[in-house]
């Protein structure tokens, strides 16, 4: 005995109401008659009886709206006497609808599976670390209240600070997180910049590598972070700086303080005779024009990069406890930035170019340090840095080595001496050289001999 | 190493396109090519010039302007066992042929349960630059590129122009191929027995470090000079030249946007939902942790393409638009 | 020769007889169809040709298995008269991998190349192009193939219609344009559609033999379709058949059938090709009395088995989801 | 044509300027020494003389560089080769 259901008629059709009957209890229909108006929330539409039987009673009232498969008659079998009762459902009639939502089980509480807290409630529970799924609701129907939710908050607070504090520091009192790139940030951890110290921005306001690197190239990882009291709630931007004047004082002073904390240094000095020269240089430069002038410090930095190209070992960074060679000599170059700043950009390929081009190199070098528009990889690559504070009155250099580098070269200043040579003692103009090395790089006798090639390489100026 | 030296001869990128086809045709004759005015006329871009007269006008056919009509010929060929190469004169009357492409091209492999395959080339005319103006100056290849179940190519160079289309052919699958309107004119040296290319790969045109360009077709040559202007002030670009749209090759770009950090994305197409679009999106997926500053695009201006040359130029991708973008992120 | 049935005789009987048994074939099918789709077994859209038997059967006494079919979404009764196996059917219609589709094509988009049988088409004359592109395959490499391209009165609206119909004329190529015009496309009846709504008169303008055919007869359709693909297979050229038919049921499974009113749909019943065949040969006593009602539960009996077979087919695995989209090109 | 102490005095405050923008070039007493006042290092100094050298078209070697110590000696020394 097949039943009459509500048929799917469209794609999207889960549900139809019924509109009206064609047929009366009782009638007998064929296959193909016309039992049904049904309206498919587009339009109405008879729907056909796909069997022969008599209608027997109507289980639906025309205006309820039913989902697809959904049992509207039962039909009797043609041949039958109409029974009373209904006959039990026949297995092969669809029961189950093949759409639509499932029938409910009828009402029974299930402890402790809240409704939902609306999102508000429980963005609040989740910014005081309170487990909702804990709590036994005071509300209407067992719904967890906002009251709910700070008593269990104070609850479980171990002493009675203001609620504030025990939250993770609130992200409402920590300062604005600090834009920076994502590559920013990756570098910043490789290298054990933190991010918050990095003062200098961008054009665009926000921390890119160029910044984290300048950090990196003169500061230290941060001493450890101050406690969160210590930070004044509402830090004061310092104005931004012009781009790539260097790090700043706090900066300089982390990427020094770890230098000294994990670079064992060692240090070797010697004085060297600079008449060759100082000769050499006073005779060519009689020949240059003023712009083509070449200063004594170019000449220093040229010997020390063929120098460096010599001894690569010294030419290089300490990463993750080994060695690694720089692709080539990059000298970096201290330049003291008036206001107290302090980067040391690089030189690219310093070893390749002649002479007179080391000097223009220095000279666009520190003109554009100290008006804040290096670029981003004279910041980055260093592979060996020289610190001449000749010009500053000091005879002897002793520094600091900046990480990852593994060497620095200091530079005093030209000094006349009195200087034997074949038992003759005469008055040299000379110059104070100071390597400090990385010791877990290299030993002492590495940076000998970089100093004697040094020496050797400044006696044949012509060479330079 | 002393390489023999290479014969060659200085071509342009129509007559290597034109050898490809006369290759193609000489080599197979399952290959024919149909389109509007390909055989008397010789091509609306002199493309098939000659070659109506070396291999017929069984070979070389002459169409009606019927677009939805001949593409879906080249389609029904196809599945029958032919190699038609289809040429719409230009990809803004390939939008009377998308639904042949789109739902009879394309998907029909992927409907049939893999029954059916259509091994067809159409060949289309992109792009601006020639006062055409809006409906003769669309860039519409990104649309292409959104379709599963077809390739898409954008010869820029003359080896591309030459090599691309006998892979295309040999392809199980429909291949497009987009020749930039104003590359046709473009000459110089091509070796004498150039061949086959790879039509899979992206390719790096230009070595760099600061920065990655990405580009393909009529805007590579911007995006090269662009290139040089920034290598006088120092930045080094590196410049890929995508070539196949579909599928994109990302390893290529992706591993010059890790070297490089910053990366800009120069498309003749209209910005929004454009091929830049999907290449940036991509690069912020692989490569976010690499990115010193946001994937800047370069693209058309929004608008239909006006006719005023100065209002056209200055609608469309120009080097300068490309050196003040790589600028902005190298910063 | 006194004998009632010559030889000859007795074949065309058969013949007569295996027409009506491959007409009702189609009804109980389809009429099966509109159950499983009341009862959400079948889901999309679902279109069935009930009362446009004749047409499919008829045209396709005339085809050999060389020839090509081009059908539209209104295709069942097309496939299963062209021989595609009716499990193969009804199982693609409840999306299983051992539909004649993987699944993946549904009612619309039923493939079967083992009888070059090329899919059904959602897209009104869709498939013209297509089915001109095959013809002209097949006459560019010589073989003797016809193929036919079924579409509807609603085609004739498109531009694909004009194009491909010029086109084929043009190049004479081996097509048999079979226009199933049953008075509506979708809800628009002809005469609100075309201004000239003789068909097959527009049809000859094109420069191609064109005949209107009485739809609801099978053997006139017979007799008309051999007429046409002899004249094509012969080098004729193209050829139009107008199969004048109509459909008694709805659009598709969801129309609630507002644009035609019962009493015509009743006149159109009296001409059921079905019946129509079965009472010439009740007269001729070929069709003994009970001959249809075994003839009829043989075929349900079918239809149910390819039912049941269709319920307990597997799907097809997710994983297999991209597969098809590009060939799969040897390892 | 001989420069007056005047326009020397001027050539030498223009040229310490453009090295050191903010410095306070007026007061600067005429005995001072230049390069320890506006902390000018050996290449501040060459660009001092680059631009006394551009500005009065006078030639001056580096051994003239004690005479430019401070804001007189360049005076003198301007001066004196000018005549």
């Known amino acids: 005995m097949a039943d009459f259901t509500m048929p799917s008629l469209g794609a999207d059709m889960d549900a139809g109401t019924l509109v009206e009957w064609l047929v009366r209890e009782g009638d007998t229909v064929h296959r193909g008659d016309p039992m049904a108006v049904v309206d498919t929330d587009k339009s109405a539409i008879e729907v056909e009886s796909f069997d022969d039987g008599v209608v027997e009673r109507f289980l639906v009232e025309p205006g309820a709206r039913v989902a697809v498969g959904t049992t509207l008659a039962s039909l009797a079998p043609l041949d039958d006497a109409p029974t009373k009762v209904p006959a039990a459902r026949s297995p092969g009639a669809a029961t189950t609808p093949a759409a639509g939502p499932p029938a409910r089980h009828g009402h029974h509480r299930r402890p402790h599976t809240p409704r939902a807290a609306p999102p508000p409630l429980r963005h609040h529970a989740a910014e005081l670390g309170v487990d909702l799924t804990t709590l036994a609701g005071s509300g209407p129907d067992g719904t967890v209240t906002r009251a709910d939710v700070d008593r269990a908050a104070r609850a479980s607070a171990p002493s009675p600070l203001p609620l504030q504090r025990r939250a993770e520091p609130g992200a409402a009192t920590r300062p604005r997180p600090r834009r920076a790139s994502p590559y920013a940030r990756r570098l910043a951890a490789e290298l054990g910049v933190d991010l918050a110290s990095v003062t200098e921005v961008g054009g665009d306001g926000a921390v890119h590598a160029a910044q984290v690197l300048g950090a990196a190239s003169t500061a230290v990882a941060p001493v450890p972070p101050p406690p969160p009291a210590a930070t004044s709630p509402a830090r004061v931007e310092p104005p931004p700086k012009p781009r790539g004047t260097g790090a700043s004082r706090t900066t300089i002073a982390a990427l020094m303080s770890r230098a000294k904390r994990e670079i064992p240094h060692y240090y070797v000095a010697t004085t060297v005779d600079l008449g060759p020269l100082t000769e050499w240089l006073r005779r060519s430069n009689r020949e240059r024009g003023v712009s083509e002038r070449i200063l004594p410090a170019a000449a220093l930095l040229k010997a020390t990069a063929l120098t460096a190209r010599d001894h690569p070992e010294l030419n290089g960074f300490w990463v993750d406890r080994a060695f690694v060679p720089g692709d080539d000599v990059h000298l970096g170059v201290a330049v003291h930035v008036r206001g107290g700043a302090l980067v040391a950009p690089a030189i690219h390929r310093t070893a390749d170019l002649t002479l007179p081009e080391v000097m223009a190199a220095l000279r666009d070098l520190v003109a554009r340090a100290r008006s804040g528009r290096l670029r981003r990889a004279e910041l980055a690559d260093p592979t060996l840095t020289v610190t001449d504070l000749g010009d500053q009155g000091v005879e002897e250099v002793i520094g600091v080595i900046y990480p990852p580098q593994v060497a620095l070269l200091g530079i005093g200043r030209v000094v006349e001496r009195p200087w034997a040579m074949d038992g003759l003692i005469g008055v040299r103009p000379t110059v104070r050289l100071t390597l400090s090395g990385d010791h877990r790089a290299t030993d002492g006798a590495a940076g000998a001999r970089f100093l004697n090639t040094l020496e050797e390489r400044l006696q044949h100026p012509e060479a330079l | 190493m002393t390489s023999a030296t290479v014969a060659v001869r200085e071509t342009t990128y129509r007559e290597a396109m034109r050898d490809a086809l006369r290759e193609a045709l000489a080599e197979d004759e399952r290959v024919f090519?149909?389109?509007?005015?390909?055989?008397?006329?010789?091509?609306?871009?002199?493309?098939?010039?000659?070659?109506?007269?070396?291999?017929?006008?069984?070979?070389?056919?002459?169409?009606?302007?019927?677009?939805?009509?001949?593409?879906?010929?080249?389609?029904?060929?196809?599945?029958?066992?032919?190699?038609?190469?289809?040429?719409?004169?230009?990809?803004?009357?390939?939008?009377?042929?998308?639904?042949?492409?789109?739902?009879?091209?394309?998907?029909?492999?992927?409907?049939?349960?893999?029954?059916?395959?259509?091994?067809?080339?159409?060949?289309?005319?992109?792009?601006?630059?020639?006062?055409?103006?809006?409906?003769?100056?669309?860039?519409?290849?990104?649309?292409?590129?959104?379709?599963?179940?077809?390739?898409?190519?954008?010869?820029?160079?003359?080896?591309?122009?030459?090599?691309?289309?006998?892979?295309?052919?040999?392809?199980?699958?429909?291949?497009?191929?987009?020749?930039?309107?104003?590359?046709?004119?473009?000459?110089?040296?091509?070796?004498?027995?150039?061949?086959?290319?790879?039509?899979?790969?992206?390719?790096?045109?230009?070595?760099?470090?600061?920065?990655?360009?990405?580009?393909?077709?009529?805007?590579?040559?911007?995006?090269?000079?662009?290139?040089?202007?920034?290598?006088?002030?120092?930045?080094?670009?590196?410049?890929?030249?995508?070539?196949?749209?579909?599928?994109?090759?990302?390893?290529?770009?992706?591993?010059?946007?890790?070297?490089?950090?910053?990366?800009?994305?120069?498309?003749?197409?209209?910005?929004?939902?454009?091929?830049?679009?999907?290449?940036?999106?991509?690069?912020?997926?692989?490569?976010?942790?690499?990115?010193?500053?946001?994937?800047?695009?370069?693209?058309?201006?929004?608008?239909?393409?006006?006719?005023?040359?100065?209002?056209?130029?200055?609608?469309?991708?120009?080097?300068?638009?490309?050196?003040?973008?790589?600028?902005?992120?190298?910063? | 020769m006194t004998a009632k049935q010559t030889p000859k005789g007795t074949r065309a009987a058969a013949h007569r007889s295996d027409l009506l048994r491959q007409m009702t074939r189609i009804r109980v099918f389809e009429e099966r169809c509109v159950e499983l789709y009341s009862a959400g077994k079948i889901r999309g859209f679902l279109h069935v040709a009930v009362g446009e038997e004749a047409v499919a059967v008829g045209v396709m006494q005339a085809l050999t298995a060389d020839d090509a079919i081009v059908s539209t979404y209104r295709e069942h009764g097309h496939a299963l008269a062209r021989g595609v196996p009716m499990d193969a059917v009804m199982a693609e219609m409840f999306g299983k991998a051992t539909g004649c589709s993987r699944g993946r094509g549904g009612s619309m988009h039923l493939f079967d190349v083992d009888h070059r049988f090329y899919g059904g088409n959602a897209i009104v004359a869709g498939g013209l192009p297509l089915a001109i592109g095959l013809a002209l395959a097949d006459k560019m490499r010589a073989r003797p193939a016809v193929t036919v391209c079924f579409f509807g009165d609603g085609a004739y609206a498109e531009g694909e219609f004009h194009e491909c119909v010029n086109l084929a004329a043009l190049w004479q190529l081996p097509v048999l344009f079979a226009c199933e015009n049953n008075l509506y496309a979708m809800g628009t009846a002809l005469e609100r559609a075309q201004a000239e709504t003789d068909l097959a008169l527009r049809a000859a303008s094109y420069g191609l033999a064109s005949w209107p055919v009485d739809g609801m007869d099978v053997l006139a359709v017979e007799k008309a379709a051999r007429h046409a693909v002899d004249r094509i297979r012969g080098g004729g050229g193209p050829c139009f058949l107008e199969l004048r038919t109509y459909r008694f049921r709805a659009h598709s499974m969801y129309d609630p059938e507002r644009y035609r009113d019962k009493a015509e749909v009743a006149r159109w019943r009296e001409r059921d090709p079905i019946e129509l065949l079965a009472r010439q040969l009740t007269e001729t006593g070929e069709l003994a009395t009970d001959a249809r009602e075994a003839m009829a539960a043989e075929l349900a009996t079918e239809v149910e088995a390819a039912v049941t077979t269709a319920e307990e087919a597997p799907l097809e695995p997710v994983e297999d989801l991209t597969r098809f989209v590009l060939s799969e090109v040897g390892p | 044509m001989t420069i007056t102490p005047e326009q020397a005095r001027e050539m030498v405050a223009r040229a310490v300027r453009r090295i050191v923008p903010d410095a306070d070039v007026g007061s600067v007493p005429d005995r001072a020494d230049l390069r320890r006042t506006f902390e000018l290092d050996s290449l501040d100094f060459l660009s001092f003389v680059e631009l006394l050298v551009k500005e009065s078209g006078v030639r001056l070697d580096e051994d003239d560089y004690p005479d430019l110590a401070t804001v007189a000696g360049c005076a003198d020394l301007l001066a004196r080769r000018s005549a």
């Open chain 2, 33 to 331: 090519l149909m389109g509007e005015d390909v055989g008397r006329y010789g091509g609306c871009f002199a493309v098939s010039l000659g070659l109506l007269e070396e291999f017929g006008p069984e070979r070389v056919r002459d169409t009606p302007l019927s677009e939805s009509g001949f593409v879906g010929a080249g389609v029904g060929a196809a599945i029958a066992g032919m190699r038609p190469i289809v040429e719409i004169m230009t990809v803004n009357f390939s939008l009377l042929a998308l639904d042949q492409i789109l739902n009879n091209a394309a998907t029909l492999q992927h409907m049939s349960g893999g029954q059916v395959h259509v091994p067809l080339v159409i060949r289309m005319t992109t792009g601006a630059g020639r006062q055409l103006a809006a409906q003769h100056s669309h860039s519409l290849e990104g649309w292409y590129a959104h379709i599963p179940g077809i390739k898409v190519l954008a010869p820029a160079t003359l080896e591309d122009a030459r090599g691309m289309l006998g892979p295309a052919l040999e392809d199980p699958d429909p291949v497009l191929l987009f020749e930039h309107g104003t590359l046709y004119n473009a000459s110089g040296p091509l070796a004498e027995d150039a061949g086959p290319v790879d039509i899979q790969r992206a390719v790096v045109r230009r070595q760099g470090r600061d920065l990655t360009l990405i580009s393909y077709g009529g805007s590579l040559p911007k995006t090269l000079a662009a290139a040089e202007t920034l290598a006088a002030d120092g930045i080094e670009a590196e410049v890929v030249d995508l070539r196949v749209l579909r599928p994109l090759d990302d390893a290529t770009f992706t591993e010059s946007v890790r070297r490089t950090h910053r990366a800009v994305v120069v498309d003749e197409g209209w910005r929004s939902g454009s091929l830049s679009a999907e290449v940036s999106a991509r690069i912020t997926e692989q490569c976010f942790y690499d990115l010193d500053s946001p994937v800047l695009r370069v693209c058309s201006a929004e608008v239909p393409m006006p006719y005023a040359r100065h209002l056209e130029e200055a609608a469309l991708p120009q080097p300068e638009a490309i050196v003040a973008a790589a600028r902005a992120v190298v910063g």
